[in-house]
């Protein structure tokens, strides 16, 4: 009985240690084939395995994670570690957006929300990788983060920085100090644009940006930069669709392709330039949706667009508002600048400036023509080295420069002393003014056509038609339609200065002979003296300030208060002050009847006339007027 107690007590000891044997090997199992969780007891011991671990946790029955290290173990830190060549997957359940992690060392909390990924950190997200020292990962929040610096890219998107936080919910990432992004083109032959800045947030979903404080932006030889910068990308983040510029923005546009010229109608600023600088308080610039083509350029306040040739020639235009709108070929479909416009092109020479300015510049429909508008009468400008012309409106072709001005027309033809050609019966030695209701410009023969009540002064002397054709370079001028000139003169033994009206059908001015030539219906008057003729011809001094000598010719009549004189030629002297009748003359005095001679001088000062006769008894008669 005894032997029987003692084997059945050795067998219970047997059966209490093979249990707890049993039981320690289930436990030592469970620890080598999963990560510990916060509800399991673990000692803080470091567990050191020779051979690679590989595991997934589970919820359920759906995967959550997938983990592969060298090393693993619970730290003092009460944070797990995993150590050496770590690959973390984390299986979301919507499809294709698994994220991966990586790193020489990755530190977890038991709740297996944040982790830290160091030493060449690595996360990929879809097509996104991201590189840090320092990658810190939400995963419930589904957020990565870092401080020490981070560069990531995708197969059309590259960009670094300082800081960043990358929300794989929203899709947005966001960089600080130092951000940078590049844009990667499709074809190796085209280039990359460059942003540079401080701050960025850019969402993939949605495919807008915005980098903010000191914004740099580089294309080849193309830059920019702004305070502030907003942009939209095509859905395959390859192009810019919308650039947009703001708080003192810059740009450098340079045209490297040479595609300037083959634009059909393209305006010559445009078609000519080859670079391209763009000042305004804000520039905004669209592109065709799945081009590179610019669709769109615009500037708000303070614009200032100049266009460089080549050769050296510019336009520069300034507004408060410019805006251009082109085609697919890239021809200008619109141009349009508004508030106090200017335009001013520049040559190689200095004195080839020209100015325009008006209200607002527009150009349409694939043309060459600007139009210009001013607020109220004369408030739009044209400036040259040579003249000013202030009008209403104005229609410009700007690859001849003709233009046409309408709504009323001053013009200042300037001053250029020393200039041995004038300008009609006027001097090159002073301002020539002009105004006419309407006016039109030939830039080839340098060719003014001004119609509807025109008039033309320098100082005193003036000359009125209603149609007027001034060659600016030679000094031609013929006129037509209620022509009248006026022409002061001072004798040399009289103070007062006289003033001496010609007016004619028409007049012509030919300056290789210093000729003022007056046609049909011709007046002339000198005091209370008015002579009528069928042309009469004014020959001017070298200085063209003075009159030389008139002739009038064909049926002249000579008409005083007290009688008329009829002859077929009449020569009048300004210096002198007489007027010579000849062509068998005839005096039809109201009070001595009718007198004929050969010549009849009227001497206009004191009103005396002198008849003379040529036959066999050369004689005088004098005829004294009272005054």
């Not at 940078?180 to 499709?186: C, G």
């Not at 010559?268 to 610039?285: T, Y």
């Not at 209200?359 to 044209?382: A, C, H, P, S």
Request: net charge positive.
């Amino acid at each position: 009985m005894l032997f029987t107690r003692i084997i059945r007590a050795g067998i219970a000891v047997f059966l209490v240690v093979l249990v707890g044997v049993i039981g320690l090997f289930i436990i030592r199992s469970q620890v080598k084939h999963r990560v510990p969780v916060k509800t399991e007891k673990l000692t803080q011991q470091k567990i050191e395995k020779k051979e690679r671990l590989k595991y997934t946790r589970t919820k359920g029955k759906e995967p959550t994670h997938s983990v592969k290290t060298d090393k693993q173990y619970l730290g003092e830190d009460d944070q797990y570690h995993l150590e050496g060549n770590v690959e973390i997957i984390f299986f979301k359940k919507r499809e294709g957006k698994d994220v991966f992690l990586y790193g020489e060392e990755v530190v977890y909390d038991r709740d297996m929300n944040h982790f830290v990924a160091t030493g060449k950190a690595k996360a990929n997200f879809k097509d996104l990788i991201i590189e840090s020292t320092v990658l810190h990962y939400e995963d419930k929040e589904e957020l990565f983060w870092t401080e020490s610096g981070v560069i990531f890219y995708s197969q059309r998107l590259k960009g670094s920085a300082r800081k960043m936080t990358y929300s794989m919910k929203q899709e947005k990432i966001e960089l600080h100090e130092s951000a940078k992004l590049s844009l990667m083109p499709k074809f190796e032959t085209s280039l990359p644009v460059i942003i540079w800045g401080n701050d960025l947030v850019y969402s993939r979903k949605k495919k807008r940006g915005t980098m903010k404080g000191g914004v740099r932006l580089f294309r080849g030889k193309s830059h920019a930069s702004a305070n502030n910068l907003y942009f939209e990308l095509s859905p395959d983040e390859e192009l810019i669709r919308t650039l947009f510029l703001k708080g003192k923005a810059k740009a450098i546009l340079i045209d490297e392709e040479k595609r300037g010229n083959s634009s059909r109608n393209q305006p010559s600023f445009l078609a000519r330039s080859e670079k391209r600088e763009i000042e305004a308080e804000e520039i905004e610039i669209k592109s065709f949706p799945g081009l590179q083509t610019i669709q769109a350029l615009e500037g708000k306040q303070s614009c200032s667009f100049k266009f460089f040739s080549e050769s050296g020639n510019s336009t520069h235009i300034l507004a408060e508002s410019v805006k251009f709108e082109f085609d697919l070929e890239g021809g200008l479909k619109e141009f349009l600048a508004s508030k106090n416009a200017r335009m001013i092109d520049e040559g190689e020479d200095p004195e080839e400036r020209r100015l325009i300015a008006g209200e607002t510049l527009t150009i349409k429909d694939n043309t060459d023509v600007l139009r210009v508008k001013g607020k109220g009468q004369f408030e739009t400008r044209i400036t040259s080295s040579d003249s000013d012309v202030f009008t209403d409106e104005v229609t410009l072709h700007l690859d001849s420069n003709n233009f046409e001005a309408k709504g009323g027309v001053k013009v200042v033809l300037k001053s250029k002393k020393g200039e041995e050609n004038s300008i009609g019966i006027f001097s090159r030695e002073y301002p020539v003014s002009i105004r006419a209701k309407e006016m039109r410009y030939f830039d080839e023969k340098k060719r003014f056509l001004f119609k509807g009540n025109v008039k033309i002064w320098q100082e005193k002397k003036t000359l009125f038609a209603d149609d007027v054709e001034l060659y600016e370079e030679t000094g031609e001028i013929f006129c037509t339609d209620n022509v009248i000139s006026i022409f002061p003169h001072k004798p040399k033994e009289e103070k007062k200065e006289e003033r001496i009206e010609i007016s004619a059908a028409q007049m012509t001015f030919k300056p290789e002979e210093n000729l003022v030539l007056y046609e049909k219906k011709c007046t002339l008057k000198i005091k209370d003296l008015i002579l009528y003729a069928q042309s009469v011809s004014v020959y001017l001094k070298e200085n063209m300030e003075d009159m030389k000598e008139t002739i009038a010719r064909g049926k002249v009549i000579i008409v005083q208060d007290v009688g008329e004189a009829r002859g077929k030629e009449a020569r009048y002297d300004p210096d002198k002050e007489t007027i010579i009748l000849l062509g068998n003359p005839v005096l039809e005095d109201k009070e001595r009847g009718i007198t004929k001679g050969d010549k009849l001088t009227f001497y206009i000062a004191d009103g005396r006339i002198f008849v003379e006769n040529k036959g066999k008894e050369r004689s005088v008669t004098v005829i004294k007027r009272e005054r």
